[in-house]
């Protein structure tokens, strides 16, 4: 089975601060990870995801993240928030193998408010 | 192309009524999954199906079902309910079932249940 932990509910940021979102997994399989974001009312977006190769993985929209494997983590982090920025964003894994690796495993999300 | 649709956007249903929830996938997506987002949690895995079949259930009662039809659109049917199963449903799409098959998620049922 899979766990994720988002560290934190909420970060408040200032427009054009960083930013970094922190999410921790357990597993006792290799897993594939994935940033979804939910802006107000809306469905889940897929913003960047780890399959394999480079364990930096980048959004169009300049989020980016890392894929610590020792550390089990996958913090996401954006070098300057916009206020447009604003939504709760959700890690995800799925995994690699087995008769479930369709099954999506959620954290319980990070608010994030971009204040200007 | 158009995305995943759901609908009823909101429903408000009394307890023990029965719900059905709708979505249509992503054209040429042949997997539909259903996942049940609670106000303040991460969206909870419901249902996968493929092809018309089901692949895999989460940790849901019976009162929970779901089918895909032939087009691979798919209903959720939820029976006696109760107030906790207040949530957004959501209906994410697929081309297979593969880990590496991107889900995309449509905007969601708003069910209340009073």
């Known amino acids: 089975a899979q766990s994720v932990t988002q560290l934190d509910s909420q970060v408040p940021v200032f427009e054009e601060a960083p930013v970094e979102l922190r999410c921790n997994y357990s597993s006792s399989v290799s897993v594939y990870l994935f940033w979804y974001v939910q802006y107000p009312n809306q469905g889940l977006q897929l913003l960047l995801k780890y399959l394999s190769g480079s364990t930096l993985v980048k959004s169009i929209n300049g989020f980016e993240a890392e894929f610590n494997k020792s550390q089990t983590s996958f913090h996401l982090r954006k070098p300057s928030v916009h206020i447009s920025d604003t939504a709760e964003y959700f890690c995800?894994?799925?995994?690699?193998?087995?008769?479930?690796?369709?099954?999506?495993?959620f954290g319980k999300g990070t608010l994030l408010t971009v204040n200007p | 192309d158009a995305g995943v649709t759901q609908s009823p956007t909101h429903l408000i249903k009394t307890r023990g009524q029965q719900v059905t929830l709708r979505c249509s996938p992503i054209s040429g997506h042949k997997s539909v999954s259903w996942y049940q987002q609670v106000l303040g949690q991460g969206p909870q895995f419901i249902f996968q199906?493929?092809?018309?079949?089901?692949?895999g259930r989460g940790n849901f009662p019976d009162r929970f079902s779901a089918r895909q039809f032939p087009n691979y659109s798919s209903e959720l049917n939820v029976n006696a309910l109760l107030l906790g199963d207040s949530a957004l449903y959501l209906c994410?799409?697929?081309?297979?079932?593969?880990?590496?098959?991107?889900?995309?998620f449509g905007p969601g049922t708003r069910l209340t249940v009073l």
């Open positions: 995800a894994v799925s995994p690699r193998s087995g008769g479930s690796n369709y099954k999506l495993t």
């Open positions: 199906y493929y092809e018309k079949e089901e692949r």
């Open positions: 994410a799409s697929s081309y297979g079932t593969g880990g590496t098959d991107t889900q995309y």
